[in-house]
């Protein structure tokens, strides 16, 4: 495998340190694949400053003669938010005219460099991290990783980009309104926005100082866990800074449903989501997203989870505090002096916006304190009843082109289940759910949010875990995978792996073919599957397998990987019927494509037929008797 030009391998700390280990990759080689990746064109718009390879060679460096599993982050390539310095690197916070050169590196810079990461560069924004569009930045507007067409989200726009794009294996954002969440929805990767305080922001341009949160992007459960763990912490000089306090598990049905074997999937049996009311729902016309959160509603309750309506207007009037409210004022306040000296050189959307904070007097903001107080003590009375929220994490998606028609509405259209968190001092963890399967968005990511209260980052951890299946001992990705998607608009294709009835000459590979898909490859999955012949679901319906990934006992499995034009690939996922469904696979070389994937609870009517090692053969056993 040769590190330079293997741009597709997953890029995981445990596929690091493994390579680490096994001596097929060394750090210094990871570093050059990443400069020849990043010293030329930036079509995406990801980077203000890509550090150069001798930059990121002083780290590497730091590194000589320590073993790989002396430090929890050994050799782990990390992207930053051009909001947070990093030491002789300067901090633009997406304006020019602002930058300086920090002598220091932010506390939560400083902690990960000193665990064995790597920064490899400064990422675009939304100009002083306002706005979650990702396209409000004089650097260029930040291209979606996974259809340039499409917003990337912000205003951590290019922290997200950069993960989906292979380049880092985690990011740092920051998070205010739900900057740390939208992106990584937009991008099917884990975004982790934690309690306010317990990762500091001493070092971080504020947006408003008293609401920011720095946030992790990752591409598991497991990733975004070690980076929380190594990140958090108080420092000194940080007047915002809290330790973290973390909560017994919510509630007894949760502990109970949680496995005390290693190794082990988790389970949501029994969790208590509060979901919001039918008509406090919002997609603003998006028929795609609200079947979209239809579908994960329904694996919830498909895993025994327990769905349980709650009011959801005190949250709501929370959110609409933040924009229609003296915190626009905060906002002024972090950039006072610069905004007032040259108001030419912000961003006319952000100077817009933050214009709008002369109108709110000192009055104003007491009376708006006094009525977050009593939101908050209304919202309180919810998690009598709940162990977490769960609800889309954006509203619905927008192209480029809508954006910069209507770049304000369509850029709050984003924020509706997202700006109420940090108010009201919550955490939150934006996790993928899969794709719209059919309509305008059909193929793009879909994700919700699950939302806890103060310290609950663990919890809610422990709960994405379970909803992407992602073992106790190794989470593993269930997101967009790297490789996933290829080519651009009309041309982008989408990698898939099937395994049984839409394998070449089987009953339903026209639903393949008829989309104008191609074959690309026939190999076999990791060695982590199981394989299983499902029940037909009536008579003389199309003989079917069930796909399940597990934590021992695993075998490789024969797959076709096929290629499919994105366009067809929305309703091609309507297509298929429960207890299938379309998830993430791994295959024997350690990529990561699309694939059939069975709930585990169909096992109980199913033959395991894993010693066949693929369906063809099954089939064949079959015909021979």
Known sequence: ??????????????????????????????????????????????????????????????????????????????????????????????????????????AVVERLIAAGAIPIGKTNLDQFATGLSGQRSPYGACRNALDPRYASGGSSSGSAVTV?????????????????????????????????????????????????????FARSVGDAQRVFDVARGVADGDPYAREWQPPEPPSQSFQSSQSSQSGQPRSLRGVRFGVPRAEQLEFFGDASYARAFDAALARLRSAGAQLIEIDFEPFLATARLLYEGPWVAERLAAIRAFAEAQPDKLHPVIREIIGGAARWSAADAFAAFDRLAVLRMQAEEVWHQIDAIVTPTSATTAT?????????????????????????????????????????????????????????????????????????????????????????????????????????????????????????????????????????????AVARPGLVRVATGGAAIEIEVWNMPLAGFGDFVAEVPPPLGIGTLTLVDGTQVYGFLCESVALDVATDITAFGGWRAYLASRHAR
Request: aromatic content about 6%; some cysteine; proline content about 6%.
């Open 400 to 540: 480029i082109a809508e954006l910069e028609a209507d770049p304000i509405r369509v850029n709050s259209r984003f924020g509706y289940y997202t700006n109420f968190v940090n108010l009201l001092d919550l955490s939150a963890l934006a996790v993928p759910a899969g794709v719209c399967a059919a309509g305008e968005h059909a193929g793009l990511p879909f994700g919700v949010t699950f939302v806890g209260r103060a310290h609950q980052d663990a919890v809610l951890l422990d709960l994405a875990g379970a909803w992407l299946g992602e073992t106790s001992d190794e989470r593993r990705l269930r997101a967009v995978p790297t490789g996933g998607t290829a080519g651009e608009g009309e041309h982008a294709t989408v990698r898939i792996a099937v395994v049984g009835a839409h394998l070449s000459g089987e009953p339903l590979n026209g639903q393949l073919t008829q989309r104008g898909a191609r074959l690309a490859a026939s190999t076999t999955t990791a060695p982590t599957y199981r394989l299983y012949a499902l029940p037909a679901a009536s008579e003389g």
């Open 164 to 216: 989906a794009l292979g380049l880092a294996a985690f990011s740092l954002g920051t998070d205010t309104a739900g900057s740390g969440r939208v992106p990584a929805a937009f991008h099917g990767l884990i975004g982790l926005k934690p309690t306010k305080g317990v990762l500091s922001t001493l070092g971080v341009v504020p947006a408003c100082k008293s609401l920011d949160c720095v946030s992790i």
């Open 1 to 106: 495998m040769n590190p330079h030009t293997d741009l597709l391998e997953p890029m995981s700390i445990a596929s690091l340190h493994a390579r680490y280990r096994d001596g097929s990759l060394t750090p210094a080689q990871r570093v050059e694949a990443i400069a020849a990746r990043t010293a030329g064109d930036d079509p995406h718009h990801a980077w203000i400053r890509a550090l150069t390879r001798d930059e990121m060679m002083r780290y590497v460096d730091a590194l000589e003669g320590l073993d790989v599993d002396a430090l929890p982050l050994y050799g782990i390539p990390f992207a930053i938010k051009d909001n947070i310095d990093l030491a002789g690197i300067p901090t633009t916070a997406g304006c020019p005219a602002y930058a300086y050169m920090p002598e220091r590196s932010a």
